[in-house]
């Protein structure tokens, strides 16, 4: 949690950041939204490690799920949802199948995802997939080769999906219209371009 110091140089203020916990600067709903959204108790951690003892993403990066779910406990939102880490989670559920309070530290991650895209912090792949799902149906079309193959193994060139009829996709559309997902997504693609 960063106090503000009035640096004027930018490098000065990140390096020399305060690195306080002040439960003042802490975002008052941050726990209630995440819990809202993933449908978990992180309030009810005890910080035991588990999740991050099996977590497969630890031991190769600075990942921690464990340090997740005590910023939703202290309301670090700002730390949480900047975090590169944040996107490291493979949702393998295996910290939610060990934790011993019952907590499902991958729902948290889900949700603190949920709010990071909001604020519009979001890794491109995922926008990218938004954008062949409204087009197609399907965040893997199907291709040229693809259908080669499929007809060299005796099977339709187009599986029984929005590929064969896609007079359902305008319907999908419609969902991802209601959501606003897919302008986002085309509005965050074309800032980074
Ligand atoms: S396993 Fe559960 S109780 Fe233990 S640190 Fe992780 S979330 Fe908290
Ligand atoms: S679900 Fe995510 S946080 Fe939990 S163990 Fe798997 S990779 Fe780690």
């Given at each position: 949690?960063?106090?503000?110091?009035?640096?004027?140089?930018?490098?000065?203020?990140?390096?020399?950041?305060?690195?306080?916990?002040?439960?003042?600067?802490?975002?008052?709903?941050?726990?209630?939204?995440?819990?809202?959204?993933?449908?978990?108790?992180?309030?009810?951690?005890?910080?035991?490690?588990?999740?991050?003892?099996?977590?497969?993403?630890?031991?190769?990066?600075?990942?921690?799920?464990?340090?997740?779910?005590?910023?939703?406990?202290?309301?670090?939102?700002?730390?949480?949802?900047?975090?590169?880490?944040?996107?490291?989670?493979?949702?393998?559920?295996?910290?939610?199948?060990?934790?011993?309070?019952?907590?499902?530290?991958?729902?948290?991650?889900?949700?603190?995802?949920?709010?990071?895209?909001?604020?519009?912090?979001?890794?491109?792949?995922?926008?990218?997939?938004?954008?062949f799902i409204y087009k197609t149906g399907h965040g893997v079309p199907n291709n040229d080769v693809n259908r080669a193959a499929r007809v060299r193994l005796g099977l339709e060139a187009e599986p029984e999906t929005t590929a064969k009829y896609p007079d359902f996709i305008p319907g999908i559309q419609k969902?991802?219209?209601?959501?606003?997902?897919?302008?986002?997504?085309?509005?965050?693609?074309?800032?980074?371009?």
């Amino acid at each position: 949690m960063a106090k503000a110091k009035g640096y004027s140089d930018e490098t000065l203020s990140v390096r020399l950041a305060d690195r306080y916990y002040r439960p003042e600067e802490s975002s008052d709903d941050f726990l209630e939204n995440v819990e809202k959204i993933s449908m978990t108790i992180p309030h009810m951690c005890y910080q035991c490690g588990t999740c991050t003892g099996s977590c497969p993403s630890a031991p190769r990066s600075s990942y921690r799920i464990r340090k997740f779910v005590r910023r939703a406990v202290l309301g670090l939102e700002n730390d949480a949802l900047t975090d590169p880490d944040l996107w490291l989670c493979t949702t393998c559920y295996s910290c939610t199948d060990r934790c011993p309070r019952d907590i499902a530290p991958t729902d948290v991650i889900m949700a603190m995802r949920n709010l990071a895209f909001k604020r519009e912090i979001v890794p491109r792949n995922f926008l990218n997939t938004v954008q062949f799902i409204y087009k197609t149906g399907h965040g893997v079309p199907n291709n040229d080769v693809n259908r080669a193959a499929r007809v060299r193994l005796g099977l339709e060139a187009e599986p029984e999906t929005t590929a064969k009829y896609p007079d359902f996709i305008p319907g999908i559309q419609k969902i991802l219209d209601h959501y606003g997902l897919k302008d986002k997504a085309d509005e965050i693609l074309a800032e980074g371009q």
